[in-house]
């Protein structure tokens, strides 16, 4: 653990919106050593300051939301893409699965193992004759920026991946990936 300066914990307590107060409360000491903690005016306890840092970091990982964790701009296909161009974009991007969205509109998604699982029932011999929409699975889970860290981790354990949306626009992809990445 490395040991956070005064003006350190001052600092992240007050970006989280937290006050001196409620820091104390949720950390077990009172307002008065928080405030001399961040004045740099007392040298705390190591098992002090470990108190401290754990209260604001639970803050910190409450306090990430949709907007936080998403990946923008979606990489995304058309349902009338060709599942060639399709595969093509998940090798060149990295990616395992994209959203299928029409004029703006998420539609469904393809996966990469909704491709294996058609080549594996015979379903699809050669790729360039099939379209996304042929192998389409139902749309991602959609959430609103301000969807909390817990609730997207909920969906996700379901799901591919969630998209965001603001105003009936899509803004964002959040994968497991993308969530465990943030949870570091």
């Known amino acids: 653990m490395q040991i956070p300066t005064p003006g350190e914990i001052r600092e992240k ?3 989280l919106g937290m006050t001196q107060s409620e820091t104390a409360r949720k950390s077990g000491l009172s307002q008065s050593m928080i405030a001399r903690i961040e004045s740099g005016s007392v040298d705390p306890r190591v098992s002090t300051l470990r108190k401290i840092v754990s209260v604001l970091q639970e803050a910190e990982k409450s306090a990430l939301t949709a907007v936080d964790l998403m990946f923008s701009p979606v990489i995304s296909v058309e349902s009338g893409e060709s599942l060639a161009k399709t595969v093509s974009i998940m090798g ?3 990616i395992s699965q994209l959203p299928v969205i029409d004029c ?5 998604c393809i996966s990469e193992s909704a491709i294996i699982n058609a080549m594996e029932d015979g379903r699809i011999k050669e790729i360039g004759k099939h379209l996304a929409k042929d192998l389409m699975e139902d749309c991602f889970p959609v ?15 379901n799901n ?4 965001v949306l603001e105003k009936g626009t899509v803004k ?11 949870r570091q």
Do not use: F, N, Q, W
């Open 13 to 15: 307590r007050i970006k």
């Open 92 to 94: 060149e991007k990295g």
């Open 172 to 182: 964002g992809v959040i994968t497991k990936h993308d969530l465990i990445a943030k």
């Open 160 to 163: 591919h991946a969630v998209l």
């Open 143 to 157: 959430v609103g920026p301000s969807t909390d860290t817990d609730t997207i981790m909920h969906i996700l354990h």
């Open 104 to 108: 703006g509109v998420p539609v469904g």
